[in-house]
T-cell receptor, first 118, second 113 residues
Framework: AQKVTQAQTEISVVEKEDVTLDCVYETRDTTYYLFWYKQPPSGELVFLIR??????QNEISGRYSWNFQKSTSSFNFTITASQVVDSAVYFCALSEENYGGSQGNLIFGKGTKLSVKP | DSGVTQTPKHLITATGQRVTLRCSPR?????VYWYQQSLDQGLQFLIH???????AKGNILERFSAQQFPDLHSELNLSSLELGDSALYFCASRGTGGADTQYFGPGTRLTVL
């Protein structure tokens, strides 16, 4: 079955702390995609990163980094030196692709609410 | 700005009523997905249209329907509304590549009183 688990419901840190958001997924497919989206208090869903199942390279973008490990079915997200503007709900999502890209709906985790205090 | 537009931003209506939510995808995107975000169910996939054709259904109630028009905009119709239909409804569009990312509109917040 397809499933995304974000075990951390809420995390609170003080500014400049590093924080890691956990994501564990389940899928039957060998080809799939993993995503992180950010939902700030204003409510929109902002795309952060996409990873395909064949690319286990870790990625760093500024203060953000992602660690993808197929062996543990995890796709964790780390924010280094957190800032107040990072306060948001973060969603991990899974997409199982068919050839032709005609499907690919997202299966979301429940989200992790991150609060960064000054 | 994702390039996906949704109207209206907010909608307040009464039980038993019918509403239509509208979504315009990013220029060139053929796929439109609809999602519902509620406190108890989280973010759930409702339905997917590709170039005017329905391609997949998720947890969409029979009271809900959608369509995608020749200009690629999509509408989600919700009828016989119940209190539990109060939620944030998102549409997302995706490019034609098999692995393209879904970009979300700002959402429509529906309140059923």
């Amino acid at each position: 079955a397809q499933k995304v688990t974000q075990a951390q419901t809420e995390i609170s840190v003080v500014e400049k702390e590093d924080v890691t958001l956990d994501c564990v997924y389940e899928t039957r497919d060998t080809t799939y995609y993993l995503f992180w989206y950010k939902q700030p208090p204003s409510g929109e869903l902002v795309f952060l990163i996409r990873r395909n199942s064949f690319d286990e390279q870790n990625e760093i973008s500024g203060r953000y980094s992602w660690n993808f490990q197929k062996s543990t079915s995890s796709f964790n997200f780390t924010i280094t030196a957190s800032q107040v503007v990072d306060s948001a709900v973060y969603f991990c999502a899974l997409s199982e692709e068919n050839y032709g890209g005609s499907q690919g709906n997202l299966i979301f985790g429940k989200g992790t609410k991150l609060s960064v205090k000054p | 700005d994702s390039g996906v537009t949704q109207t209206p931003k907010h909608l307040i209506t009464a039980t038993g009523q019918r509403v239509t939510l509208r979504c315009s995808p990013r220029s060139g995107d053929l796929s439109v997905y609809w999602y519902q975000q509620s406190l108890d169910q989280g973010l759930q996939f409702l339905i997917h249209y590709y170039n005017g054709e329905e391609r997949a259904k998720g947890n969409i109630l029979e009271r809900f329907s959608a369509q995608q028009f020749p200009d690629l905009h999509s509408e989600l119709n919700l009828s016989s509304l119940e209190l539990g239909d109060s939620a944030l409804y998102f549409c997302a569009s995706r490019g034609t590549g098999g692995a393209d990312t879904q970009y979300f509109g700002p959402g429509t917040r529906l309140t059923v009183l």
